[in-house]
């Protein structure tokens, strides 16, 4: 796995476990989905970790998220979704991992009703607008994490871009305006 700044390659086994975080922070990541999943629970409060990568889908970073932070309130601004993804939202309401679900979903998903059911029944709140971004927050006792990505909520094939970031004043910047437009456009 390697890391890539302009001119010099940077080896996270030695470097970024040297406490190299603000130094890694400028770095942006370009491997395999495993390593970024396994480098996940390395992420410390602060950093913005980002990656460039292939098939790395949105519930799969998202199930490690949770695993890092716990039981977690979770709101999420997405595009599009297919029932997979929605399925391990379900089961991770099951299992107690998300205790809370805020949903803002574009008018496309509204207009299937399967999905739209299925959205309704597994969120706390929820609400249906023009919304092309991507973004999950996750709140937990420890933890306020983001999660900005170009993927949708679907079982992805493509090459795809993201970022995590652990950080209170981000994640408060991204909550206000998705609640905000939670409200507005409430179902």
Excluded: C, W
Aim: proline letters at 3%; glycine letters at 2%; hydrophobic letters at 40%.
């Amino acid at each position: 796995m390697t890391l890539f700044k302009i001119g010099r390659p940077l080896d996270p086994s030695t470097e970024m476990d040297n406490n190299h975080t603000a130094e890694a922070n400028k770095y942006f990541a370009l491997f395999e989905k495993k390593s970024i999943l396994a480098y996940l629970p390395n992420l410390k409060e602060n950093e913005d970790f980002s990656y460039f990568t292939k098939g790395l889908n949105t519930h799969e970073v998202l199930v490690k998220l949770l695993e890092i932070a716990g039981p977690a309130d979770v709101a999420i601004a997405n595009y599009s979704l297919t029932e997979l993804p929605m399925r391990v939202l379900s089961q991770l309401k099951e299992k107690g991992a998300i205790k809370r679900l805020e949903m803002l979903l574009d008018k496309t998903v509204y207009r299937t009703p399967k999905l739209r059911a299925f959205a309704i029944e597994i969120s706390d709140d929820i609400a249906f607008t023009e919304i092309h971004a991507k973004v999950i927050l996750i709140k937990s006792e420890h933890k306020h994490l983001v999660f900005v990505s170009s993927s949708n909520l679907t079982k992805n094939h493509r090459y795809e871009v993201g970022s995590i970031i652990d950080n209170v004043s981000k994640f408060q910047f991204f909550e206000r305006k998705i609640k905000q437009l939670i409200d507005e456009y409430r179902d």
